[in-house]
């Protein structure tokens, strides 16, 4: 069965400086791997998929991640962080034979000004 | 593209009554909806997923008699929450996966805030 376990459930970086929400993901081929955003009391916006097209994916707003096979990782990174990033992020994959997705726990990303 | 609405965005109720929520997608057609209950602070969680023209499949521990689901159409799915209690007060997110469309990929909605009074 897949699954992703998001490892940190609160993240504080101060504007300006680096982002990095940690996703590992469980699974026994390579996956489609999604990540959210939600901001406070909104739906959810599609970041950034991964496909397999290439291991490194850009997204929105400047976000990327990094699909590695040998960690079964797919962490999300920003290079400087913006005080409307603050939302909380979540890691997706698809489940029950692609009929479904599962999310992570999510992590909320706090930015101090 | 792809974009999913619900409307209400927020509804507030009386303990006793029901309330429906629409989930539509606006530019494509979707043969599969999803809906989500999100907690406070917590991930979502599936309830049932519904397929345009018949039953809902519902997720277990899940009451298909409090939550009723109809898929009407390709472009309609409303989810009615029967004889709203407190403990029914959540967040509630559609999404839906469109015809022809990545099977893997599902876009969802904006939610809507149910509190049951």
């Known amino acids: 069965a897949q699954s992703v376990t998001q490892l940190d459930s609160h993240v504080s970086v101060s504007e300006g400086t680096p982002v990095l929400l940690r996703c590992n993901y469980s699974?026994?081929?390579?996956?489609?791997l999604f990540w959210y955003v939600q901001h406070p009391n909104k739906g959810l916006q599609l970041l950034l998929k991964?496909?397999?097209?290439?291991?490194l994916v850009k997204g929105i707003n400047g976000f990327e991640a990094e699909f590695k096979k040998s960690e079964t990782s797919f962490h999300l990174t920003k290079p400087s962080a913006h005080m409307s990033d603050a939302a909380e992020y979540f890691c997706?994959?698809?489940?029950?034979?692609?009929?479904?997705?599962?999310f992570g726990t999510g992590t909320k990303l706090q930015v101090i000004p | 593209g792809a974009v999913v609405s619900q409307h209400p965005s927020r509804v507030i109720c009386k303990s006793g009554t029901s309330v429906k929520i629409e989930c539509r997608s606006l530019?494509?057609?979707?043969?599969?909806m999803f809906w989500y209950r999100q907690f406070p602070k917590k991930s979502l969680m599936l309830m049932a997923t519904?397929?345009?023209?018949?039953?809902?499949?519902?997720e277990q521990g899940v009451e298909k008699d409090k939550f009723l689901i109809n898929h009407a159409s390709l472009t309609l799915s409303t989810l009615t929450v029967t004889s709203a209690h407190p403990e029914d007060s959540s967040f509630y997110i559609c999404?839906?996966?469109?015809?022809?469309?990545?099977?893997?990929?599902?876009?969802f909605g904006p939610g809507t805030r149910l509190t049951v009074l």
């Open positions: 999404s839906a996966r469109a015809a022809g469309g990545p099977a893997d990929t599902q876009y």
């Open positions: 699974s026994s081929y390579s996956p489609s």
């Open positions: 991964y496909t397999s097209a290439a291991t």
């Open positions: 997706v994959v698809p489940s029950g034979g692609y009929q479904k997705v599962t």
């Open positions: 530019d494509f057609q979707a043969t599969t």
């Open positions: 519904s397929n345009e023209g018949s039953k809902a499949t519902y």
